[in-house]
């Protein structure tokens, strides 16, 4: 069939640049500013400036922070359904203007215009109902929750609108005001969506706009008055903001790149897989971060796939993004553009470009290739344009290891008529999205984002909402809590104590063969405890790495451990309250007794935390759940030598994670007496690991670590800063204190706050009908 032009006009997006003279100055408290350093936004269809836009400074960023900062008390202080009437402003304004919006984002993006106005404007104003909502419902249904301030937005330029509702949203939903910054190549929508926003009647300095290159990005990131980044774009910029905001107590959510896994089994229907396969590389130019790139198709039916996949391929119309019937439209750029012919070139395997007419300008073919290896660099390193690899595979087992076998962790696909094969495949695959039977899913009410080095963090839905909110009140300052010191004469009484460390199950040696005294503050020798290394702290992960099986483990047998570790624990509560004692000179029953209650707060919690079903608006189910992070590193209160050492293991443990225990480094006696306990309560050997030793020395290695998924420290040692640094190796999930106390007795120190902490979401979408 052949299809005559359809080209959308532009006189009315002409006609809104041609009212700002071309020419835009920044967003700042209600106001565009005057324009200054211009620098040009050029159609990427057509090589030819659609206006000049105002390179920010540190002086601008300074000035949008400032009126965001000013009117965020006031913002906070609305009654929630007073936001909510200013977010459903914003959604209906978004409906009305539709085809505006998505012109202009086609214009200044290059993607086909019924991709912005099919796809994106619904998603945008749906995601600022849904948030309308939340900001109705979040006072009573999140009580003791506070925004957390002033937050700044850093989106990328494959979906410019979308990615801004995604950020501004949930932060004024939440009571934030917000600070974004556009992308370069693409900021056009986001100054209409200001210019939006007043009608709107949303407050001065809530909403704030500031354009420019990565240095004003650089420069939003590290600015002091910011309380939270919330940052979409590559696994190297995240990596750098993980850097710079490290130690500054700055709230941190990273929606990264991706290579996701499209899997097609044997008994798929294979003619919808290849329309399925289209929408997941070729939308959008496959300048996507959840783009289906990797296609792994069993090897029984894979040559039939590849066949048909050549022939809908070779159907794909290329062109003017503004012509309705054009399904792939331009690269965003010439730089993108020769980024994607180097990769291609430099790749080995079977190379098929599309055979369909490849317009003038910043055009590439939709490209397969197969014959690649499972190391080739295209097989493991994200290209963001329209190319497709390809593998095959024999058994499910496979797949799923190919499908894992990256750093990534974002989305992946599932093809199956078998619907038990599907539900078994899904929560073994790492990735934050999984789709069955279809791709590029997305809605408010359902949670996206990645694990591993696809980021942190989830954007849509409650969970998302949890990312700009904090608990209310203040902190005070967590003190050093300092070891007793040896006294001039040590009393010693009993026969010789040397705690070791516990690691796989077993009681070790320290690798260096160090120990150290633990004294009573009468100067009586308690015992040695080991002094742990880099080495230890290996093997400890290496531990925890094999017993990652527990996850497998039904919720009531990790309940059931739970209470038998309580129990053994009870038996034994005096001797533990007398060692606390020994150690600390104050009273240790009321500690024990909170560490045995808080152990059957867990236990019944285990098969209590529940996922949710997600009202989406398809034929089918979005399953939101709770999977476990998988290795954690605990550096545990100082102060609360069992209870704090509990309360960090018992909700790991209960979601399904291994851990590695740092405990208490002044008091780590208790934690040696635990590991009693656990031998003899039928825990799995490596599911909890104890390292004792210093929390400075050891704080590096177990943040630096990349067998490690995620790393807490309640410690009162300065090493928030340093795990944060270190976290960036690969992106590891991180709690830390921050310097900032914690009542270990109360409320606070247990419950939801520390089951999302051990948790991701996961997010399965499961269509169906015929």
Same mark, same amino acid.
């Given at each position: 069939m052949s299809y005559g032009p359809a080209p959308e006009g532009t006189a009315e997006a002409q006609a809104w640049l041609a009212g700002h003279d071309l020419r835009f100055g920044h967003f700042i408290d209600g106001r565009f500013t005057a324009p200054e350093s211009l620098f040009d936004t050029k159609s990427p269809a057509t090589g030819k400036t659609l206006a000049q836009v105002s390179q920010g400074s540190a002086a601008s960023v300074d000035a949008a922070v400032a009126a965001a900062r000013r009117a965020q008390p006031k913002w906070a202080r609305l009654p929630g359904h007073k936001r909510a009437q200013y977010l459903y402003a914003l959604s209906r304004l978004m409906q009305k203007h539709a085809r505006l919006l998505a012109v202009l984002e086609t214009m200044d993006n290059g993607k086909?215009?019924?991709?912005s106005r099919d796809i994106d404007l619904p998603l945008v104003a749906r995601h600022f109902y849904y948030h309308a909502g939340l900001?109705?419902? /979040? $006072? *009573?249904?999140? $009580? !003791? =929750?506070? $925004?957390?301030?002033?937050? !700044?937005?850093?989106?990328?330029?494959?979906? $410019?609108?979308? =990615?801004?509702?995604?950020k501004v949203a949930p932060a004024l939903a939440a009571g934030n005001t917000v600070v974004l910054k556009p992308a370069e190549y693409t900021p056009l929508t986001a100054l209409l969506f200001a210019d939006l926003s007043r009608e709107a009647g949303l407050p001065r300095g809530v909403l704030n706009i500031v354009t420019g290159d990565g240095d004003t990005g650089a420069a939003l990131v590290a600015h002091p008055g910011i309380d939270k980044i919330a940052f979409t774009g590559s696994t190297a910029v995240g990596k750098a903001i993980r850097r710079a905001t490290?130690? @500054?107590? %700055?709230?941190?959510t990273l929606e990264l790149g991706g290579k996701s896994p499209y899997i097609v089994f044997d008994d798929a229907d294979l003619d919808s897989a290849v329309e399925g396969l289209v929408d997941a590389i070729w939308f959008?130019?496959?300048?996507?971060?959840? /783009?289906?790139?990797?296609?792994?198709?069993?090897? !029984?039916?894979?040559?039939?796939?590849?066949?048909k996949l050549k022939r809908r391929m070779d159907g794909l119309r290329i062109g003017d993004p503004l012509d309705k019937c054009i399904d792939v439209g331009a690269v965003v750029d010439p730089v993108q553009l020769a980024t994607i012919t180097r990769l291609v070139d430099a790749s080995e395997g079977d190379k098929y470009t599309a055979d369909t007419p490849l317009p003038e300008g910043c055009f590439y073919p939709p490209t397969l290739i197969t014959g690649l290896s499972a190391a080739s660099p295209l097989m493991q390193e994200e290209i963001f344009g329209p190319v497709l690899v390809s593998m095959t595979f024999r058994t499910p087992a496979e797949a799923v290891e190919l499908a894992n076998n990256t750093r990534y962790g974002l989305a992946a696909t599932v093809w199956t008529e078998n619907v038990n094969l599907a539900l078994d495949i899904a929560p073994k695959l790492r990735a934050g999205v999984v789709w069955v039977n279809g791709t590029n899913m997305f809605d408010a009410a359902a949670g996206f984002g990645g694990v591993r080095e696809s980021g942190f963090g989830r954007e849509g839905g409650w969970e998302g909402l949890h990312a700009y909110l904090r608990p209310k009140g203040k902190t005070a300052a967590l003190k050093p809590v300092a070891a007793m010191p040896a006294p001039k004469t040590a009393t010693v009484e009993g026969l010789d104590r040397t705690a070791k460390l516990f690691i796989g199950g077993k009681q070790a040696r320290p690798d260096g063969g160090y120990s150290r005294a633990v004294y009573s503050p009468r100067g009586a020798l308690l015992g040695q405890t080991g002094i742990g290394s880099r080495k230890d702290i290996r093997n400890a992960v290496e531990a925890a790495q094999a017993a990652k099986g527990w996850?497998?483990? @039904?919720?009531?047998?990790?309940?059931?451990?739970?209470?038998?570790? *309580?129990?053994?624990?009870? *038996?034994?509560?005096?001797?533990? *309250?007398?060692?606390? %004692?020994?150690?600390?000179?104050?009273?240790? @029953?009321?500690e024990v007794e909170a560490a045995i209650a808080r152990l059957f707060t867990y236990a019944a919690w285990a098969d209590k935390f529940d996922g949710a079903v997600k009202s989406v608006p398809i034929r089918g189910v979005a399953l939101a759940m709770n999977e476990p992070c998988g290795v954690i590193g605990a550096l545990c209160p100082d102060e609360a030598p069992l209870l704090g050492l509990v309360s960090v293991m018992a909700p790991a443990i209960a979601m399904g994670n291994t851990c590695v225990l740092v405990p208490s480094e002044p008091f780590p006696l208790s934690a040696t007496d635990f590991y009693q306990v656990l031998e003899t309560s039928d825990l799995p050997a490596g599911v909890v690991n104890i390292v004792t030793g210093?929390?400075?020395?050891?704080a590096k290695p177990l943040a630096g670590h990349m067998d490690i998924d995620a790393v807490w420290s309640f410690s009162s040692a300065d090493v928030? @800063?340093?795990?944060?640094?270190?976290?960036?190796?690969?992106? %590891?999930?991180?709690?830390v204190n921050h310097g900032r106390a914690r009542d270990w007795m109360a409320a606070e120190a247990e419950g939801r706050s520390f089951l999302r902490q051990a948790t991701a979401v996961k997010t399965v979408w499961v269509p169906y009908g015929e």
């Open positions: 086909p215009i019924r991709e900001a109705q419902l /979040a $006072p *009573a249904e999140l $009580p !003791g =929750m506070e $925004p957390l301030g002033v937050c !700044g937005a850093v989106i990328p330029w494959n979906f $410019p609108l979308l =990615m801004l509702a995604w490290a130690g @500054t107590g %700055k709230a941190l959008n130019g496959g300048q996507v971060c959840c /783009a289906g790139s990797r296609l792994l198709v069993q090897e !029984g039916v894979a040559e039939r796939f590849h066949a996850a497998r483990a @039904t919720a009531h047998t990790r309940a059931q451990i739970l209470f038998y570790i *309580a129990e053994n624990l009870s *038996a034994r509560a005096d001797e533990f *309250a007398a060692r606390i %004692k020994a150690q600390t000179g104050s009273s240790g @029953t009321n210093p929390h400075a020395d050891l928030s @800063t340093i795990i944060e640094t270190e976290s960036a190796t690969n992106l %590891k999930r991180t709690w």
